[in-house]
């Protein structure tokens, strides 16, 4: 029982991060995003030590790649 206790995080602190960098990413002129780009975005900006203008620059660069939809 005490070696699945030491499992539970003591902090929610790195799940609030997250969640504050996704809304700092998803804004109003970009909530279209798709879910693997979003995915793609968060692991660089969490794994990566990037600027706010390196995140505009990193968007800006999947906003100009080819869609494979049809709209």
């Given at each position: 029982?005490?070696?699945l ?7 929610t ?22 879910v693997g ?11 990566a ?12 660069i ?10």
């Open positions: 029982m005490f070696t206790s030491r499992l539970i995080p003591s902090s602190a790195s799940v609030e991060r997250l969640f504050s960098l996704m809304n700092s990413l998803c804004t109003p002129s970009r909530n279209k995003l798709l780009t979003l995915d793609s975005l968060l692991r660089l900006c969490m794994e030590d990037l600027s706010k203008s390196d995140v505009e620059n990193v968007i800006d999947f906003k100009k790649k080819d869609r494979d939809i049809a709209l």
